[in-house]
């Protein structure tokens, strides 16, 4: 039996009419998208409007396609010329349904937070660290006891590694959540990052570099204040230092050390962010600006300014550069075909924007974690930015890692480390 409203359903998703070209024309102009649908809250089945939107560019479909990676990814290309992806067939910050999350009442219950709610499941703000249906909290691992600055988990290693401006680093047991051990390093740790087997510990004056396999603990001189930042790229690790240089170690085999490789000039305030992609060092400063670096010869190529406040995170994705700023807004790049960088996407936020952290879920779509300084993390679909959630947190959250099986983890303000896995897809 075919009823009135099923094969209104049947024909809005795309099924064969039996109508006359014309009217299916009529019917077509007719379309309209459900205003209550784009709101997240249609409750009408069937509805008359669409629940979706109208045709724009067509987005690839889940066809085993090797998914866009980030920077860390292996074998990716970044920031290829062209103009594919600029004018009319830019997708950036266009929903087109999929996983936004409905709306809710997205408010964090301050008493929940406290434990001393009275309302119960009656209570109309969220009793929960996160928003959406896509990812679940496992634990939480206690004990730092100031803002989490790094989070890094080593290849072929089945430990965690946390650090804080406590001035300790630890060393979490992934099998039994439990901390295996803590380092005090006598000083508050400005970041952290792992390659390879190395765990990379940014200190002010001071790197420290530790084997995970061999043990081995050394210590990198030349930095003149705190080290903001760090990445490896064309094998140099190279470190964002408060006075606005950047620096360069090279690792000797021979004589098992990194040495001082280089010192980049050029930002005249501190360096919070960087990172390498389509042969190029990318950094962002204090100074509101973002510096391209030639990786080879580490000569300045361009300088992006258009962001107005602290460029605190910069991220590689597919061809794209995505930075984001306490001016509130994330900004997306692209390569002319001059080679020089232009924005052809500005996605703003309420409050400032703290940190990008790519990934991909379950089903390998990417998505970009986006922390704010009102401690909430919002989690979008790349590249339309639609929203698939967002995780909570007592204070800013100024870290955020990546780990095996789905797995993922935060630190904020508080010391606390939680630990999450995206759903497998039903």
């Known amino acids: 039996m075919d009823f009135d409203g099923s094969k209104r359903v049947f024909h809005r998703l795309g099924g064969p009419s039996t109508a006359s070209d014309s009217t299916r024309q009529q019917q077509q102009q007719q379309q309209k998208v459900c205003y209550h649908w784009r709101a997240g809250k249609c409750t009408r089945h069937p509805c008359p409007f669409l629940h979706r939107e109208l045709p724009g560019p067509t987005q690839q479909s889940s066809n085993g396609a090797a998914p866009k990676r980030f920077a860390e990814d292996t074998g990716s290309q ?13 997708t950036w910050g266009r929903v087109h349904g999929g996983n936004a999350v409905p709306k809710k009442t997205e408010k964090l219950c301050n008493y929940w937070v406290q ?18 249906d896509c990812f679940d909290m496992l634990t939480q691992l206690e004990g730092h006891q100031k803002v989490v600055t790094g989070i890094a988990f080593p290849s072929g290693s089945s430990n965690l590694y946390t650090g804080s401006k406590d001035e300790t680093f630890r060393v979490w047991d992934c099998q039994s959540g439990q901390c295996a051990g803590v380092v005090n390093l006598g000083g508050e740790i400005g970041c952290m990052i792992s390659e390879g087997p190395w765990v990379f510990v940014g200190l002010p004056n001071l790197v420290k570099a530790y084997n995970t396999q061999s043990n081995a603990d050394l210590s990198l001189n030349g930095p003149v204040g705190q080290v903001y930042a760090m990445v490896v790229g064309n094998g140099l690790l190279f470190a964002g230092i408060q006075d606005g240089s950047i620096l360069a170690w090279k690792f000797n085999a021979v004589t098992n050390c990194f040495e001082p490789a280089a010192s980049i000039t050029g930002h005249t305030l501190g360096v919070v962010s960087l990172v390498v992609g389509a042969n190029r060092l990318y950094s962002g400063s204090m100074d509101n600006s973002i510096r391209v670096w030639n990786l080879e010869t580490l000569q300045c190529l361009q300088i992006l300014t258009d962001h107005t406040s602290v460029v605190m995170s910069v991220l590689c994705w597919d061809q794209f550069l995505l930075s984001c700023s306490l001016d509130k807004t994330v900004k997306v790049w692209v390569a002319t075909d001059s080679g020089n960088l232009e924005v052809t996407y500005t996605h703003n936020e309420e409050h400032g924007v703290l940190y990008l952290c790519g990934m991909h879920d379950s089903e390998a779509k990417p998505v970009l974690m986006c922390s704010c300084n009102d401690n909430c993390v919002r989690v979008y679909d790349l590249p339309s930015f639609a929203e698939r959630g967002k995780i909570y947190a007592k204070n800013e959250i100024r870290a955020i890692g990546v780990g095996p099986g789905g797995l993922f983890f935060t630190g904020d303000g508080t010391g606390q480390v939680r630990v999450w896995k995206w759903r497998d897809s039903p």
Do not use: M
């Open 115 to 132: 434990g001393n709610c009275t309302y119960g499941d009656k209570c109309r703000y969220l009793h929960s660290w996160s928003l959406g």
């Open 78 to 90: 970044f920031l290829r010329r062209g103009s594919k992806f600029t004018g009319g067939s830019n």
